[in-house]
T-cell receptor
Framework: KQEVTQIPAALSVPEGENLVLNCSFT??????LQWFRQDPGKGLTSLLLIQSSQREQTSGRLNASLDKSSGRSTLYIAASQPGDSATYLC?????????????FGKGTHLIIQP | NAGVMQNPRHLVRRRGQEARLRCSPM?????VYWYRQLPEEGLKFMVYLQKENIIDESGMPKERFSAEFPKEGPSILRIQQVVRGDSAAYFC????????????FGQGTRLTVV
């Protein structure tokens, strides 16, 4: 059964810092990995989707990498801003393309101090 | 192109009542997933539906919970005889083809059972 772990569970840093969020998964037979952002009381916003054939995906100040063989992904946030404060979730589809829906980590709760 | 629409956003039910949660997928998406987020826990997959078919309901409790995605109209998650433990945020996601493509989430329905 796929398990997804995110480290750290919480992170508080001053504005302007570059930071890295980590995600690991136990079964590497995935087609892609998706990073989401969730604001308090709100839904999930898709940030980046990395296909299994890709190593990196970039959107603005965000860069996500994927190393399938080691079961890891990182989300790099450059020049952090207070508006980046949110919970960041990573999720993977069922190994081998099954029908179970996404498996989520518990998230990293990020606070950017002004 | 409107995103995934869920309603109501907030729902309060007394113990024993029924809760009906609605989800309209993004235009052109025929795959719908329901997830539940309990307080202080991650999102958990409940059920995966395509038009008029339940593909996988392995994450849904066997009793009191049901889901449908009719040929016309939104997908419905129905919880009968609600109990306090059903209080959670329920999220719907849609994708255009399968679990291996990018998932787009609605804002969620926050169910409170009193």
């Amino acid at each position: 059964k796929q398990e997804v772990t995110q480290i750290p569970a919480a992170l508080s840093v001053p504005e302007g810092e570059n930071l890295v969020l980590n995600c690991s998964f136990t079964d590497s037979a995935i087609y892609n990995l998706q990073w989401f952002r969730q604001d308090p009381g709100k839904g999930l916003t898709s940030l980046l989707l990395i296909q299994s054939s890709q190593r990196e995906q970039t959107s603005g100040r965000l860069n996500a990498s994927l190393d399938k063989s080691s079961g890891r992904s990182t989300l790099y946030i450059a020049a952090s801003q207070p508006g980046d404060s949110a919970t960041y979730l990573c999720a993977v589809p069922p190994p081998g393309g099954g029908a179970d829906g996404l498996t989520f980590g518990k998230g990293t709760h990020l606070i950017i101090q002004p | 192109n409107a995103g995934v629409m869920q309603n109501p956003r907030h729902l309060v039910r007394r113990r024993g009542q029924e809760a009906r949660l609605r989800c309209s997928p993004m235009k052109g998406h025929s795959h719908v997933y329901w997830y539940r987020q309990l307080p202080e826990e991650g999102l958990k997959f409940m059920v995966y539906l395509q038009k008029e078919n339940i593909i996988d309901e392995s994450g849904m409790p066997k009793e009191r919970f049901s889901a449908e995605f009719p040929k016309e109209g939104p997908s419905i998650l129905r919880i009968q005889q609600v109990v306090r433990g059903d209080s959670a945020a329920y999220f719907c996601a849609s994708s255009p083809w399968s679990a291996n493509t990018e998932a787009f989430f609605g804002q969620g329905t926050r169910l409170t059972v009193v």
